[in-house]
Nanobody
Framework: QVQLVESGGGLVQPGGSLRLSCAAS????????MGWYRQAPGKQRELVAT???????NYVDSVKGRFTISRDNAKNTVYLQMNSLKPEHTAVYYC??????????????WGTGTLVTVSS
């Protein structure tokens, strides 16, 4: 009964900015850590950033100072603000959330992805 839907992807020029959103819907007790992953052409999916429900963030070293993850717990939504984008950031970006259905044990849920293309 849980669904994650990403939005905000698209085409952006090098040096530009983009903000991704991921909204969770359905029936659940709460959402713990949420995060963003990406899969570039020819590569495996990798972690980009995570944020706990209390707002503690972690980033892969390559995006520190460039990307910012945030969340709005009232809206069950996580965001990824991406600045100073480069062509190598081109990838399908996926949202993941650790969601508690019963309030005791959480399970991972994934969105279907949104494509970010950085090109002139």
């Amino acid at each position: 009964q849980v669904q994650l839907v990403e939005s905000g992807g698209g085409l952006v020029q090098p040096g530009g900015s983009l903000r991704l959103s991921c909204a969770a819907s359905g029936s659940f007790y709460s959402i713990n850590t949420m995060g963003w992953y990406r899969q570039a052409p020819g590569k495996q999916r990798e972690l980009v950033a995570t944020i706990t429900r209390g707002g503690v963030t972690n980033y892969v070293d390559s995006v520190k100072g460039r990307f910012t993850i945030s969340r709005d717990n009232a809206k069950n939504t996580v965001y990824l603000q991406m600045n100073s984008l480069k062509p190598e950031h081109t990838a399908v970006y996926y949202c993941k959330a650790d969601i508690l259905l019963t309030g005791i044990r959480g399970m991972d849920y994934w969105g279907t992805g949104t494509l970010v293309t950085v090109s002139s």
